[in-house]
Nanobody, 121 residues
Framework: QLQASGGGLVQPGGSLRLSCAASGFTLDYYTIAWFRQAPGKEREGVSRFSNSDGDTYYADSVKGRFTISGDNGKNTVYLQMNSLKPEDTAVYYC????????????????WGQGTLVTVSS
């Protein structure tokens, strides 16, 4: 299972760190991705981390503000979100794939429960 945490209410310009802890899998090689969905909008791929080589990807909308990292010992991936904007408001989901490094949600068979990030003054 995947356990996402770390969401909350933050003012514009503030920071949050999301965590996604994986358990119950055979975790030799995997990619964990963060997706987000704002009200009335389609799900968007935000970032991904592959544990075998530390490869990362960022959507243009978050590049330079978000940093993804992983702790193999804890099987946890973190998404550090800085300089948050109101348009970052969404439910953030983490998902895991053992075969793909894409940002297509259909390539990720296992999903966490989502954590709400609200950026507002």
């Amino acid at each position: 299972q995947l356990q996402a945490s770390g969401g909350g209410l933050v003012q514009p310009g503030g920071s949050l760190r999301l965590s996604c802890a994986a358990s119950g899998f055979t975790l030799d090689y995997y990619t964990i991705a963060w997706f987000r969905q704002a009200p009335g909008k389609e799900r968007e791929g935000v970032s991904r981390f592959s544990n075998s080589d530390g490869d990362t990807y960022y959507a243009d909308s978050v590049k330079g503000r978000f940093t993804i990292s992983g702790d193999n010992g804890k099987n946890t991936v973190y998404l550090q979100m800085n300089s948050l904007k109101p348009e970052d408001t969404a439910v953030y989901y983490c998902a895991i794939s053992f075969t793909s490094r894409s940002m297509r949600s259909s390539d990720y068979p296992y999903w966490g429960q989502g954590t709400l990030v609200t950026v507002s003054s």
